[in-house]
């Protein structure tokens, strides 16, 4: 289903300027073509800023009408212009996976990076690669986190060799672990060459967009992509908890507290503080990029992605913040604005990041890859049937906390564990147990699990021959799936 804030027509030119579409077809660029070179007269191939706040949760963002304490205006103006996808989840529920499906379009049991600290594999197309063949620059700035964990093979905490960035051969300024580099007021990154840049009494997110606005202020010979990929709000590894910018924490004192922490403990309590003055730090940031995209006059031809890699559930559902199937780790804000995405739309459409390279690569008019497994989102913008085909469900692959695996659809979340699993060493398991069923319409911050309930089995079987064709499709073999014997 998909809600319009404005009148919208389909199907013709008049809906696609609207829209901010072109009302002629996409210049499609196959990768290789000489310098992705633009034939004259046609319309030159957009910049694209991904702009990636780990661990924020979807709910935070003002946008999506349930959180009254949360300060993000600057993210609320980017999804009145643009395009917010209402129900977008992560297809792996954890930060090097996450990333790797984001960059990939392919699932994290095929990207080499199913648990963290684990390498992407170089030989996969990705974004940044596939831009760069048709013309584009591709820049990183901030966390990486898909290099091996060993300095001598490229990876640790810092420098990346350029074998595992994933394609982002031209600017580069990042840490592999950003958390283990950098606190909020000082650190270290590494240029291209491994020479460091450091930064000191300022916050970590400011200190990332300075970087960010010195690229955006340069001349550029060629459309650009630009990774900026910050740590917050994401907790401080060694402090073990939140931390804010010096001040705000004291501003969100008992601000609202999300429906599906509430019933449970957790240390949502200490902790939502200083995560609120995160998020708004993150706002502020938005709004001083889209402030220079508009003086560099780069504005009205920037695609402009706002996302995360996960959300948050405060050890609420397990002993740590995320790797569950629940709504407080798998749903992720998304916002989209730019060419094509100016609509005013909200779509409610169940979307995996699994989409993100392919929908970017086909607004770009650059050929996806036949490797990728998602599938571009633009048909949804503009296309009554293209939503009412789209399939509005998503696998979730969930390592390190449990070897799971778990289908998300509009009405349901169900999900399969195997818990005799090694969760260090195995990617995927031959026998699953049902562990997890909630109603997501009926009960969207998921208190009742409905596994093993008889008057449920008819929908949980559908749901895991679903699941089994899911895991197929993702390259895996199909499974045994046991049904729960008791119900909690």
Not at 145 to 151: D, G, R, S
Not at 354 to 379: F, N, R, Y
């Amino acid at each position: 289903m998909t809600t319009n804030r404005r009148e919208f027509m389909f199907g013709t030119a008049a809906a696609a300027a609207s829209a901010g579409v072109a009302a002629a077809a996409p210049l499609k660029v196959k990768a290789g073509s000489e310098n992705g070179a633009v034939p004259q007269g046609q319309k030159q191939k957009p910049n694209i800023i991904l702009y990636l706040a780990d661990q924020f949760r979807w709910d935070f963002i003002g946008a999506n009408g349930l959180n009254s304490s949360t300060n993000t205006p600057n993210l609320d103006a980017m999804a009145e212009r643009g395009t917010l996808f209402t129900h977008a989840v992560t297809n792996q529920p954890v930060c090097s996976p996450s990333r790797s499906v984001m960059l990939t379009g392919r699932y994290a049991t095929e990207t080499g990076v199913w648990h963290n600290a684990m390498p992407i594999d170089p030989s996969l197309p990705t974004l940044a690669g596939e831009l760069r063949k048709a013309g584009y620059t591709a820049n990183m700035l901030g966390k990486w986190h898909l290099a091996p964990p060993t300095p001598e093979l490229g990876g640790g905490p810092g420098y990346v060799k350029p074998e595992y960035r994933g394609g982002f051969l031209d600017m580069w300024e990042g840490a592999n672990e950003f958390e283990f580099t950098t606190h909020p007021y000082e650190g270290t990154i590494y240029d291209r060459d491994g020479k460091e840049i450091s930064f000191k009494d300022e916050f970590r997110v400011d200190f990332v967009t300075d970087r960010a606005e010195k690229f955006l202020r340069q001349p550029h010979d060629k459309p650009f992509l630009l990774f900026i990929s910050q740590l917050e709000p994401h907790f401080q590894n060694d402090a073990k908890r939140f931390i804010a910018p010096n001040g705000v924490a004291e501003r969100f004192q008992d601000s609202f507290v999300p429906q599906d922490l509430r019933p449970f403990p957790g240390n949502w309590q200490s902790q939502l503080p200083d995560y609120y003055g995160c998020c708004e730090a993150i706002d502020v940031s938005v709004g001083r990029i889209r402030k220079i995209l508009e003086e560099e006059h780069l504005a009205d031809n920037t695609l402009f992605v706002f996302i995360s890699d996960h959300g948050c559930q405060f050890m609420t559902r397990n002993g740590e913040y995320k790797r569950s199937p629940h709504n407080g780790s798998i749903r992720i804000p998304l916002i989209i604005e730019g060419p094509g995405f100016n609509g005013s739309q909200r779509l409610d459409e169940i979307v995996g990041n699994l989409h993100i390279s392919p929908t970017l690569l086909d607004a770009a008019g650059v050929e996806v890859p036949s490797s990728m497994k998602g599938k571009s989102l633009l048909p949804l913008l503009t296309d009554k049937k293209a939503r009412e085909e789209w399939p509005n469900t998503e696998l979730i692959q969930i390592s390190e906390a449990m070897v799971g695996r778990a289908i998300r659809t509009a009405d349901w979340v169900y999900c399969v564990a195997d818990p005799e699993a090694n969760v260090r060493t195995d990617k995927s398991s031959a026998k699953y147990h049902e562990y997890l069923f909630y109603d997501e319409r009926g009960d969207p911050n998921e208190i009742v699990n409905l596994a093993a309930r008889k008057e449920y089995r008819k929908q949980a079987d559908a749901l895991r021959d679903e699941l089994k064709k899911l895991i197929v499709a993702s390259g895996e073999p199909e499974p045994e799936i046991v049904p729960a014997k008791l119900y909690t």
